[in-house]
């Protein structure tokens, strides 16, 4: 059950004095009067205790919480089916929600909301996610009036954005979350990374809330790998470590920790994530597999089995990829181009499909990952013919520029324009010499006559001005 705080009252009880902290962002002073209204056996703080938790990323505990209110005076808390869902407990969540829908309710326009929700998120596992999607919209707009006003574990808004992205539909997810609230502005922020928009992946330098921070993160560390900036990766890599560190596993973090998990397979720092990556696995198995949630996470599976070079474990996850292509468009999309990175980490490079799976994850959002799998491709085959052809699409998808004053030509030679291509593909000195059938010394020479052509002091500078050029993944 929630309460609206009277933003003239300052005194008060102390669960209503506990909510105003937390509603003002004060978690810390909001726990501490919430434990002290707990004590006091008042049913209103533990609720208030519950949703700070949540917030905190902590629904384990939160569930705990719900439990002890519900014992004061028998009632039952739909938010607490949202937390059983997020750790994992389908069976504890069912047997909740049936009595939360049993139990007498005053009808107000919040207990519908908490309704909503909870029906919602069972659904987003066990039904329909579009059913879901619907249900999620309905709760943000019954709640607007209360905006600012109450406490919740979690907005609905938040909630809708989540399953938007877990189907593909980023424009229904930037529309779902409209406020300036660090929880919204971070979601937006993820939206704009999934695009590849990475000027409008913004981040701040820490957040408080655990739950917020390992989105941050996962976001600081996702654009430093679409950058192809390994010095940027290995500055952001502590702060992504120490955020799944600190955030237990639950089912609505699986995006972030997946970008994490790449850009960690990336570094060789596999170690860090396989424990979590094994709760989220077991999470999911608990409830079923449900293929809404599971896909994303099979998505960046599979692309850290990319960056570890790991075919076998690419197709695990392009095998469970496929098993739920038919949910969606967007898993659709996502197990056909999971089948062309197979062929293209065996050295069987087909032009036309690795083009139209491109061509498709630019369809559902993802231009970005499209442009890499085009880009990985053409680096990989001898067909000059094809290269071209798989550059060009990368290209394209990326948004580069293609007119005679903004292309590479005009600058570089041929043979530079190819090994500019190459070294931006993460190639090195020797493998671009073996593609090209010239040695690593003449290779070197190249490079050193492109960064004196594009006026570049250092390496690092080399690659971002060669990105800008030729837009390689």
């Not at 059913?131 to 707009?141: D, F, G």
């Not at 659709?332 to 990175?341: K, T």
């Not at 030509?409 to 593909?425: D, T, Y």
Request: aromatic share 4%; hydrophobic share 50%; with cysteine.
């Amino acid at each position: 059950m929630t309460h609206v705080v009277d933003d003239a009252v300052e005194t008060g009880p102390l669960s209503a004095q506990a909510e105003a902290a937390a509603l003002e962002g004060d978690l810390d002073t909001a726990s501490l009067l919430a434990d002290r209204a707990i004590l006091d056996g008042d049913r209103h703080g533990a609720e208030v205790a519950a949703a700070v938790l949540a917030q905190r990323g902590m629904l384990a505990d939160s569930v705990a919480l719900y439990r002890w209110a519900e014992s004061v005076d028998g009632g039952r808390s739909g938010f607490a089916v949202a937390a059983l869902l997020g750790v994992g407990d389908l069976a504890q969540a069912t047997e909740q929600l049936s009595a939360f829908d049993d139990a007498v309710r005053t009808p107000t326009s919040l207990s519908t909301v908490e309704s909503l929700v909870a029906h919602a998120l069972s659904e987003s596992v066990t039904g329909s996610a579009v059913a879901a999607l619907s249900q999620l919209v309905q709760a943000s707009a019954v709640l607007e009036p209360h905006a600012g006003k109450v406490l919740l574990p979690d907005t609905p808004a938040a909630l809708a954005c989540l399953i938007a992205l877990h189907l593909g539909q980023l424009d229904m997810a930037e529309s779902a979350v409209g406020d300036d609230s660090m929880r919204h502005a971070l979601l937006r922020a993820w939206i704009s990374l999934q695009r590849g928009d990475l000027a409008a992946a913004d981040v701040p330098g820490h957040c408080a809330r655990p739950r917020d921070e390992l989105f941050a993160a996962a976001i600081a560390i996702g654009v430093a790998r679409r950058r192809s900036d390994l010095a940027g990766l290995l500055d952001a890599w502590p702060r992504a470590r120490d955020a799944v560190i600190a955030h237990p596993v639950d089912l609505f973090v699986l995006q972030p920790l997946g970008e994490i998990a790449v850009a960690a397979a990336r570094l060789h720092e596999d170690e860090w994530l396989a424990p979590r990556l094994a709760e989220a696995d077991g999470l999911l198995e608990r409830l079923g597999r449900p293929a809404l949630w599971s896909v994303p996470l099979h998505w960046f599976a599979l692309q850290a089995a990319v960056a570890a070079e790991s075919p076998s474990a690419a197709a695990r996850h392009a095998a469970a990829l496929s098993t739920m292509a038919r949910t969606s468009r967007y898993a659709a999309a996502l197990a056909g181009c999971a089948r062309a990175w197979l062929r293209v980490l065996a050295g069987d490079v087909q032009v036309e499909p690795v083009v139209a799976a491109a061509r498709e994850l630019r369809a559902v959002g993802l231009g970005w990952d499209g442009a890499r799998l085009a880009g990985q491709a053409a680096i990989r085959t001898a067909d000059r013919a094809a290269m071209t052809t798989l550059l060009t699409c990368a290209r394209a998808l990326h948004g580069a520029p293609h007119s005679a004053e903004d292309s590479p030509a005009p600058q570089l030679s041929a043979r530079e324009i190819e090994v500019a291509e190459l070294l931006v593909g993460g190639m090195t000195y020797k493998q671009i010499g073996e593609r090209l059938f010239i040695s690593a010394k003449t290779v070197e020479h190249h490079v050193a006559r492109i960064r004196q052509r594009l006026g570049s002091n250092s390496r690092r500078e080399l690659l971002v001005r060669l990105r800008a050029l030729v837009a390689g993944s």
